[in-house]
Nanobody
């Protein structure tokens, strides 16, 4: 599975960005993967941001993302997106698209993501 993230950039605080991740190659049907986003800020550990189940029925958001970020997927286009609104300087990080084969693990458990994209930089200026 190859994941290609795009849409990062520089934005002022309060602004919005939309990250998109394309699943270029897949040994299985894209719709069978749980998809998500992680991020890593300089000097900090990588953390989960949001996740969406293979069928689009279940979502997970880290507390800081609730109410500001929205994850969505288009199984027909093999893409997953992260709409980020009301961005804050503390959202500055490299954002990674991730995927895992759905094995019935609850979407709230942000483990087992075996496929990672290359990351896209998001910088929020104050």
């Amino acid at each position: 599975v190859q994941l290609q993230a795009s849409g990062g950039g520089l934005v002022q605080a309060g602004g919005s960005l939309r990250l998109t991740c394309a699943c270029v190659e897949s040994g299985r049907f894209f719709g069978s993967y749980d998809m998500g986003w992680f991020r890593q800020a300089p000097g900090k550990e990588r953390e989960s941001v949001a996740a969406l189940s293979w069928d689009g029925e279940s979502t997970y958001y880290k507390q800081f993302a609730k109410g500001r970020f929205t994850i969505s997927r288009d199984n027909a286009k093999n893409t997953v997106a992260l709409q980020m609104n009301s961005l804050k300087p503390e959202d500055t990080a490299v954002y990674f698209c991730v995927a895992r084969e759905s094995r019935g693990v609850p979407i709230t458990r942000t483990v087992g993501y075996e496929y990672w994209g290359q990351g896209t930089q998001v910088t929020v200026s104050s």
